[in-house]
């Protein structure tokens, strides 16, 4: 059996059970099948709870879990490592229909991912004043600056990373004008 099959009715429960699937015992497959299935989801969408905890305050528990549960099943990972898993996350909640009264929300969700690739970015060793001393003085307008691998910049019009602090613990809540960016 490929593992494209496998791997799509694994991650969306309104298709059959794959018909290469059978269990030892002969009996009920679709139920172990089913049990597997659950774990893989509860797995996913935990890992997603770890990367947007923000979010999820910000949205609540049902509201998150079901919709983490949706982009699951229409995102399935693309690599072994759950850090990266979630990437697309802010764009599927920029398009989601429920999340559609909250506009600010995907992009809340983007600080929170820009926030996990800094923390797992490559180590960099910061510039020193002696690298510059050493370039000659009419060379320094040529020159070309590079943020350190972990720096992203997270465009919005709303206040969001003010939304992320109030609701990440960073700081204390209150209001947020929402007209502000």
């Not at 009920?28 to 049990?35: D, L, N, Q, Y």
């Not at 509201?63 to 764009?91: C, I, K, N, Q, W």
């Amino acid at each position: 059996m490929s593992s494209a099959p496998f791997a799509a009715a694994l991650l969306d429960p309104d298709r059959p059970l794959p018909g290469e699937i059978t269990s030892h015992t002969a009996r009920h497959p679709e139920k172990r099948f089913a049990v597997y299935r659950n774990n893989v989801t509860v797995g996913l969408v935990e890992a997603l709870r770890t990367r947007f905890p923000a979010t999820e305050k910000i949205v609540g528990e049902a509201f998150f879990a079901a919709t983490a549960r949706e982009f699951v099943r229409r995102h399935p990972p693309r690599s072994p490592l759950l850090m990266h898993y979630g990437d697309g996350f802010p764009d599927f909640l920029k398009d989601f229909p429920p999340a559609a009264d909250m506009p600010w929300l995907a992009d809340v969700a983007r600080v929170e991912a820009a926030r996990t690739r800094a923390y797992h970015a490559a180590d960099a060793g910061p510039l020193g004043a002696e690298a510059f001393c050493a370039v000659a003085p009419e060379a320094l307008g040529g020159l070309r600056v590079t943020l350190h691998p972990s720096a992203e910049i997270v465009r919005s019009k709303h206040p969001v990373v003010t939304i992320w602090a109030m609701n990440s613990g960073e700081a204390a809540l209150g209001a947020v004008d929402l007209g502000i960016a």
